[in-house]
Nanobody, 124 residues
Framework: QMQLVESGGGLVQAGGSLRLSCAAS????????IGWFRQAPGKEREFVGT????????YYADSVKGRFTISKDNTKNIVYLQMNSLKPEDTAVYYC?????????????????WGQGTQVTVSS
C-alpha cells in the first residue's frame, strides 16, 4: 500500500505562485510515475502533468505548460508542483497520484494510488 498526502494549497491572487507538495508513505516514489490532476467544482478531474518513472521526464497539459513545473526529491520522498502565473481558472482541488505500471500516464484510470487533495483558489 501507498499513502499520499498533498499540502501547500491555499488562496492566492491571480499572477501569484504556489508550490504543492505530495508526500508518500508506505513506499518510495522511486520507480513510479507520479501525476498531478485537478478538479474544479462541477467539472471532471483533469490531467495537469506527470513525471515519468524512467528518465524523470515531465509532461504537462497545454493549459499549464510553461507555468507549472513538476519536480521530485527522492531523498525526501516528495514530489512538487510549482505553479506560477496562476489564473482564476486554475482554481480546483489538486491531487497527486501514482501509477505503478506505466511510464507515461495521462488518464486518471492509469493511476493506482491517490491523495486526498488540496484546495487551490486563485482570486481575480
Amino acid at each position: 500500500q501507498m499513502q499520499l498526502v498533498e499540502s501547500g494549497g491555499g488562496l492566492v491572487q491571480a499572477g501569484g505562485s504556489l508550490r504543492l507538495s505530495c508526500a508518500a508513505s508506505g513506499r518510495t516514489f522511486s520507480g513510479y510515475t507520479i501525476g498531478w490532476f485537478r478538479q474544479a467544482p462541477g467539472k471532471e478531474r483533469e490531467f495537469v502533468g506527470t513525471i515519468s518513472r524512467i528518465g524523470g521526464n515531465t509532461y504537462y497539459a497545454d493549459s499549464v505548460k510553461g507555468r507549472f513545473t513538476i519536480s521530485k526529491d527522492n531523498t525526501k520522498n516528495i514530489v512538487y508542483l510549482q505553479m506560477n502565473s496562476l489564473k482564476p481558472e486554475d482554481t480546483a482541488v489538486y491531487y497527486c497520484a501514482v501509477s505503478v505500471r506505466l511510464n507515461y500516464a495521462r488518464r486518471s484510470t492509469d493511476y493506482d494510488y491517490w491523495g486526498q487533495g488540496t484546495q487551490v483558489t486563485v482570486s481575480s
